[in-house]
């Protein structure tokens, strides 16, 4: 396969890097959260650990033969991170690094791609949270790097509460979104308002005509012509969401729930799981780029209703 510019390998090896050591630090933080559990029923269960799983892209599209020796670095795959277990009713923390080359269909879609033959290199990060308490809002981060023939990063994260209008939902939205609020203002004061914005648009149920959440922040094709700062941007997004959710989930996971919260919530996610089938961008560029179905289908919850 043609190899990518030289040049832009290192920040590659360092974006990589970067996504790994994140995922390691949110499991470790989630782990925790299993660990303090005191409050509610589920307490009398084991803490929930991660179980991780690496895949390689199939020979054909430019991966081993082999799946990755354990330990090993990324070069062309992923690693699923899963949990399920008292606090976390289901967790999913990805990350990849990929290769290969866009189909001419898909091509056209993604900026620089066409100029090179299709080729591209991505690697990120995506994680899904699904509370087993209705009181705990699920969650979405991801941050990712994208090369073609030009480079951009992209990313965010937002909040889903399942139960709507009440005190509770109003402090964890004001923290959560403030917490990313100083992660864009180190870089841009413009950045916020900006992607929080295009967070609102872009999480929207047109069909129910609804929003997913209370949203946060997204971008996408960030590249503003310096490399270490958007890479440092992307770094304090991810950070940002280590400070703000462990935090709100701490806060609420000792509280008990009714039945009838708990039916809220499977309706809520039912929410969830029709905005990743029918306009989730990471879900359609994982499948197309014949990504793992496994791992990006990984967001959607063990249990949703529709009334």
Same mark, same amino acid.
């Not at 996504?19 to 994140?22: A, I, N």
């Not at 509610?40 to 929930?48: D, E, F, I, K």
């Not at 590249?223 to 490399?227: A, E, H, K, R």
């Given at each position: $396969? ?5 040049a832009?390998?290192?920040g ?6 970067w996504?790994?050591?994140?995922r390691?630090?949110i499991c470790?933080? =989630?782990?925790?959260?299993e ?30 033969v ?7 670095p990324?070069? !062309? ?8 277990g ?7 923390v ?7 080359? =866009?189909?001419?269909e ?11 033959g299709g ?12 509370m ?8 979405? $981060?991801n941050t990712?790097h994208?090369?073609?023939?030009k480079?951009?990063?992209?990313g965010?994260? +937002?909040?889903?509460?399942m139960?709507?209008?009440?005190? #509770?939902?109003a402090?964890?939205r ?5 917490s990313?609020?100083a992660?864009? +203002?180190?870089?841009d004061?413009?950045?916020y308002?900006?992607f ?5 648009q872009? =999480?929207?149920l ?16 960030h ?5 270490a ?13 280590? #400070? ?5 989930v701490?806060?609420? $996971? ?7 919260e ?17 306009? +989730?961008?990471?879900?359609?560029f994982?499948?197309?780029? !014949?990504?793992n ?6 967001s959607?919850p063990?249990?949703?209703k529709?009334?």
């Open positions: $396969m043609t190899s990518f510019d030289a832009s390998n290192i590659k090896a360092e974006a990589a890097a996504f790994r050591e994140l390691d630090r470790a933080a =989630f782990e925790a959260l660990d303090q559990l005191e409050g509610t029923v589920h307490a009398r269960l084991p803490p929930g650990r991660f179980e991780r799983k690496r895949w390689a892209r199939p020979a054909e599209e430019g991966g081993p082999q799946d990755p020796a354990p330990g090993a990324l070069t !062309n795959g992923g690693e699923m991170s899963l949990m399920k008292r606090v976390f009713e289901k967790v999913g990805n990350i990849s690094t990929v290769e290969g080359r =866009f189909s001419p898909f091509r056209a879609q993604i900026p620089g791609a066409e100029e090179n080729l591209f290199w991505a690697s990120g990060i995506s994680l899904v949270a699904h087993r308490s209705p009181r705990v809002p699920a969650v979405h $981060m990712r994208i090369v073609t023939s480079g951009w990063f992209g965010g994260a +937002d909040l889903t509460p139960l709507l209008e009440t005190a #509770e939902t402090e964890d004001d923290f959560f979104h403030s990313l609020k992660a864009c +203002d180190r870089h004061p413009a950045y308002p900006r929080k914005e295009w967070c609102d872009y =999480f929207y047109p069909h129910r005509q609804e929003p997913r959440g209370v949203g946060g922040i997204f971008y996408d094709r590249d503003t012509g310096n490399w700062d958007d890479f440092a941007f992307t770094r304090d997004v991810g950070l940002a969401f280590l #400070e703000a959710f462990p935090a709100i701490d806060r609420r $996971m000792n509280y008990g729930w009714t039945e009838e708990r039916e809220r919530q499977l309706v809520r996610r039912g929410r969830y799981v029709e905005f990743n089938l029918l306009y +989730d961008r990471g879900t359609t994982g499948l197309k780029t !014949n990504g179905t496994e791992a990006i289908l990984m959607l063990p249990e949703a529709w009334p």
